[in-house]
């Protein structure tokens, strides 16, 4: 829970098959950021429209990824 996964590893480590996962994921409505930079980037767009809630949101999962170990 501590380390970046993708979704084969994830189901890997559920003990499912794929497929399975991915609907459970799709299901729980859980976001998957495939992209690099994409915290960075919402935050720009944050500054730039003055939205403080989303900057607020946006500064909490920085700091979160930020604490976080490297995946290996």
């Known amino acids: 829970m501590q380390r970046e996964v ?10 499912v098959s794929y497929n ?3 609907r ?8 998957i950021l495939e992209e690099d930079g994409f915290l960075d980037r919402l935050a ?4 730039t429209m ?3 809630p989303l900057r607020i949101v946006v500064e909490r999962a920085l700091t979160q990824v930020a604490s976080q170990p490297e995946a290996s």
């Open 50 to 52: 003055g939205d403080d």
């Open 20 to 22: 399975r996962f991915l």
């Open 44 to 47: 720009f767009l944050a500054e």
């Open 6 to 15: 993708d979704l084969r590893g994830g189901a890997a480590v559920a003990g």
């Open 24 to 31: 459970e994921v799709q299901a729980r409505n859980v976001v």
